[in-house]
């Protein structure tokens, strides 16, 4: 069943989604700072930023799709990374959802990054500079959530 998550679904709405089995995204933190991905044009959205994420496959949790995804986009070493909670920030239950798993540096520093060909660019962004970047819908309509819960778990 391995990589069986990859293709288009009529998300919320009739949108066209990506993620047969929905999809999933790290908001991982280092210090107050997060990781956002520049997206390539070629993909969904491209040219926006956004967490790295993408398709979950009908077998993972959506905290291994998140993990999966951004070692494949960000080239992380899963060991220096915490899960701390994950929470659906787009979509209904039961049917297509994005859940967006957060997450912080062991170290409490940004950790090494390697894009692979989804990402234009990786960068450590300071909490509070997010909003300066021209951002993917979904991750923008999210955000003031994911602020919310990075700061309660500070």
Aim: charged content about 20%; glycine content about 12%; hydrophobic content about 40%.
């Amino acid at each position: 069943m391995e990589g069986d998550g990859n293709g288009w679904v009529d998300g919320p709405g009739g949108k066209p989604v990506w993620g047969k089995h929905g999809a999933a995204g790290l908001f991982l933190r280092a210090g107050d700072a997060v990781l956002l991905q520049h997206r390539a044009h070629w993909v969904a959205d491209g040219g926006t930023w956004a967490l790295p994420g993408g398709a979950r496959d009908s077998h993972e949790t959506v905290e291994e799709a998140a993990l999966r995804e951004t070692v494949e986009e960000c080239g992380v070493d899963t060991a220096l990374i915490e899960v701390e909670h994950a929470i659906v920030t787009a979509g209904e239950d039961p049917g297509w959802t994005y859940t967006t798993v957060l997450a912080h540096t062991t170290t409490g520093e940004p950790i090494p990054l390697e894009p692979n060909a989804e990402s234009m660019e990786l960068r450590w962004v300071p909490l509070n500079e997010i909003r300066q970047f021209p951002l993917h819908a979904g991750f923008e309509s999210s955000l003031s959530v994911l602020l919310w819960h990075a700061k309660a778990h500070d």
